[in-house]
């Protein structure tokens, strides 16, 4: 069964208008993670009172006590001023997972639906949660995005320790979710437009600029049309190695030709 995500709390930040306003007010998205015994909190972050967040858990059935994880996308205080609050919790992040005082590295596969990813730029302890839902993958990144494709140029991130990571961790999230879980604002689509993407760099011939591509199942990435649908290769993008039909048409082929 898929893991499920629900944002607590819902971020804001006013710090790319600091200028005009001179007064600068954030607090981050804080959002829950639930998959089979696992309950996972990330950046609990910094609020008007911590009576928001154990409301927002009771809405839930939950008590601060049931979160076993917490998860910390990145090392600024609004993200994770609140870690305190859960006694029982390891705290997953950029170092690692620490247990009370020991710490272990995490495996990328956190568990069956929970991949953690290095995404640095905004910071360089930036970390990614890409977890598999039942409507897809949604990719809970902290301040890679504040908002929906804000700041639009990574060079507009005035907290950001280098921009060209930042870039290249943004068109990371960007080709493996379908969702974005911004770090001071609401859940939003990813808009791809891949499938002509695909045809471009699969069925039109090598002299088109290579395009990394990932099914959006697996995650496996796809190199050529071996890896695709046999009989729709633009459709591979679908694909996994998982011996299912192709979900998209009639014919029997398997996902991947092995």
């Known amino acids: 069964m898929a893991a499920e995500v629900k944002i607590l709390v819902v971020g804001e930040t006013n710090a790319g208008e600091v200028v005009e306003t001179n007064e600068e007010r954030t607090r981050p998205t804080i959002t829950l993670i639930r998959e089979g015994d696992l309950n996972i909190i990330v950046d609990p972050g910094i609020l ?3 009576q928001i967040l154990i409301d927002a858990l009771a809405s839930e059935g ?7 994880i917490v998860c910390i996308t990145h090392s ?11 006694p029982k919790a390891k705290i997953l992040e950029h170092y690692g997972l ?22 640095p730029g905004h910071d360089y302890t930036g970390i990614t949660l890409l977890v598999t839902t039942e409507d897809g ?3 809970i990144c902290g301040d890679v995005f504040w908002k929906e494709n804000y700041p639009k140029d990574p060079k507009d991130d005035i907290y950001a320790s280098d921009t060209e990571k930042l870039a290249k961790s943004r068109k990371l ?3 493996m979710a379908d969702f974005i879980i911004p770090g ?4 939003y689509e990813v808009k791809k437009g891949f499938v002509q993407k695909i045809k471009n760099n699969i069925v039109a011939g090598p002299n088109k600029q290579k395009l990394t591509l990932y099914c959006k199942k697996c995650k496996k990435m796809i190199e050529s049309a071996k890896d695709c649908c046999a009989c729709r290769p633009w459709l591979g993008y679908e694909c996994c190695g998982c011996e299912m ?3 998209f048409c009639s014919c029997s082929h398997k996902k991947f030709r092995h």
């Open 48 to 50: 008007e009172s911590q």
């Open 62 to 68: 939950l008590v601060a006590e049931d979160i076993n």
């Open 76 to 86: 600024h205080i609004d993200h994770y001023r609140n870690v305190g609050m859960f």
């Open 98 to 119: 620490w247990n009370k005082e020991f710490v272990e590295d995490w495996p990328e596969h956190f568990s069956p639906h929970i991949r953690v990813i290095r995404t």
């Open 137 to 139: 993958v949604v990719a």
């Open 173 to 175: 999230i960007l080709e």
């Open 184 to 187: 001071h604002a609401g859940m």
């Open 245 to 247: 039909d192709c979900k």
